[in-house]
């Protein structure tokens, strides 16, 4: 086996409390652009092809665990956190084979870019190295290890800023914690001990191990430290999420989508976007959303896990949770589409429209204030202003149907369950309470009655305040007041 087909195996450390960010939450959960921070590494270590991934959960281990639950991904418990060497140990049981590159990552680091990483591995295996520390450089280091280099710019110790000297202490290149290890390191490791001024287990001095039994170690510097910065209150993790979301645009951006003013544009990086959609200020876009080619999503919408096919226009203020909408359609602005939503091709959703496990066919128009909720509607049908479809008895949902053509007029109630013929007409303010047949009126509602003069006998009886408060009407009784 050479050293670039060895195989790789990761391990990220996310025992740690982060008791700063103040929070039921353990701190490696807190997510940023959708994504709990650990995952985004877990999803780095796949995106190199791990062959084996193994978390090190600690605080907060069951929720940790749950969180990634997945094939491929090995947890091992670290009961006590006694430093970031004990963490390894703890670890590298559950590493499969002996004979793996071993790379290191922080569960609190989402920042680090699969390429950067990718570029660390090939760095490290093709100049031979043992191990390889990824490094940075920032004018100010406080907080973080420090590279200490000898004559010929050698790494030769990490120092941490608790064991630096002053002048140490003025060193600007720092240990961001990530390192890649040939497969001596976890026998390497057992060595290590607690002899420092935190009385913790040191990974960093596996770096003097290393060099003490004579093998090459190099550090593999980072162009942009920003890559490694880590949350440790909750306005680094709001720092995180704001790089981390410039970048995801950035990415849209480039890839034929409109975004405007885009440090108000919150996108996760599990949507798909096609090109020549336009995204317009303040929209969220989340989880499984999917959106085509030449869509419209209008100012301040939040669409989760849905899908928009291509042409769709959603129009300003609209939420939209797990619905399908077809091509051609369009939405709002004020509409809410619920899960279960499934919207056929160039389907009208006006303003303060809601539906809910609703499936409307081809050209189906619902312009303005109705609820939708557990109905099936045929293509073309006219759902007029006011339509309630009442699907709830108080115990159970039930379901309707709704014909093709059909025309409902406004201020409609069906009471569910109920089916409505193809073609059918609904008189306006009806409550439908049976089934309507193929190409029927419905009319269900209380006769007209018109009382002749009942308004001047009215208002009469009110005179003195009318005359106050409402002149015209008082000229109008005037008029109308029998001689
Ligand atoms: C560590 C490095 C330091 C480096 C810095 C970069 C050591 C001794 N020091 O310091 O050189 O500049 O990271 O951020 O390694 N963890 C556990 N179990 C533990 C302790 C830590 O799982 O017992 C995990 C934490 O959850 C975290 C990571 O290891 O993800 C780093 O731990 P942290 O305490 O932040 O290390 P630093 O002191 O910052
Ligand atoms: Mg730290």
Same mark, same amino acid.
């Given at each position: 086996m050479t050293e670039h087909n060895r195989p790789l195996d990761v391990l990220i450390l996310?025992?740690?409390?982060?008791?700063?960010?103040?929070?039921?939450?353990?701190? *490696?959960?807190?997510?940023?652009a959708g994504r709990p921070m650990v995952a985004w590494a877990v999803k780095a270590a796949q995106e190199l092809g791990a062959r084996r991934i193994v978390v090190v959960t600690g605080h907060g281990a069951q929720k940790v665990e749950a969180a990634l639950k997945q094939p491929g991904i090995v947890f091992a418990r670290?009961?006590?956190?006694?430093?970031t060497g004990d963490a390894f140990l703890s670890g590298v049981g559950a590493l499969e084979q002996p004979d793996a590159d071993i790379l290191v990552l922080y569960?609190?680091?989402?920042?680090?870019?699969p390429e950067t990483l990718h570029d660390l591995l090939a760095d490290h295996r093709e100049r031979g190295s043992a191990m390889t520390v990824l490094t940075g450089e920032l004018p100010d280091a406080t907080g973080y290890g420090r590279i200490v280099r000898g004559?010929?710019?050698? *790494?030769?110790r990490i120092v941490e800023q608790k064991d630096a000297s002053e002048s140490e202490k003025k060193i600007g290149e720092f240990n961001s914690g990530v390192y890649v290890f040939n497969s001596q390191a976890p026998e390497l490791a057992?060595?290590?001990?607690?002899?420092?001024a935190s009385g913790e287990y040191y990974l960093t001095d596996l770096l003097g191990l290393y060099r003490d039994s004579g093998k090459p170690v190099r550090a593999f510097k980072l162009?942009?430290?920003?890559?490694?910065?880590?949350?440790?209150d909750r306005a680094g993790l709001a720092e995180i999420e704001s790089i981390m979301r410039a970048r995801i645009n950035a990415g849209h951006l480039k890839n034929g989508v409109s975004i405007s003013a885009s440090e108000t544009v919150y996108i996760e990086d599990s949507v798909t976007i096609g090109r020549d959609v336009t995204i317009e200020p303040g929209v969220i876009l989340r989880g499984q959303t999917r959106i085509a080619d030449d869509v419209t999503v209008g100012a301040y919408s939040v669409v989760t896990d849905s899908v928009l096919e291509t042409g769709v226009s959603v129009k300003p203020h609209s939420v939209l949770e797990g619905a399908q909408v077809g091509s051609g359609s369009d939405v709002g602005p004020f509409a809410r589409l619920r899960p279960g939503t499934v919207l056929g091709e160039g389907v009208h959703i006006g303003n303060f429209v809601e539906t809910k496990n609703a499936r409307l066919g081809a050209g189906v128009k619902a312009g303005h204030l109705a609820y939708l909720g557990d109905v099936t509607i045929g293509q073309e049908t006219n759902v007029g202003a006011g339509t309630i479809v009442a699907n709830f008895d108080g115990v159970n949902k039930h379901q309707s149907t709704v014909g093709a053509g059909v025309f409902i007029g406004s201020n409609s109630t069906i009471i569910a369950p109920r089916c409505v013929g193809d073609a059918a007409f609904i008189a306006a303010g009806s409550a439908v309470h049976a089934d309507v047949p193929e190409g029927a009126m419905a009319v269900a509602r209380g006769k007209q009655r018109n009382i002749e003069g009942w308004s001047r006998r009215y208002w009469e009886g009110l005179k003195e305040k009318v005359a106050v408060k409402l002149p015209w009407l008082a000229g109008w009784l005037e008029q109308n007041t029998p001689q």
């Open positions: 996310a025992a740690g409390q982060g008791t700063r960010m103040k929070s039921k939450l353990p701190k *490696v959960l807190h997510p940023v670290q009961e006590q956190q006694r430093g569960g609190d680091t989402p920042l680090l870019r004559a010929g710019g050698n *790494v030769e057992r060595r290590i001990g607690n002899d420092n162009a942009d430290t920003d890559e490694v910065r880590g949350a440790n």
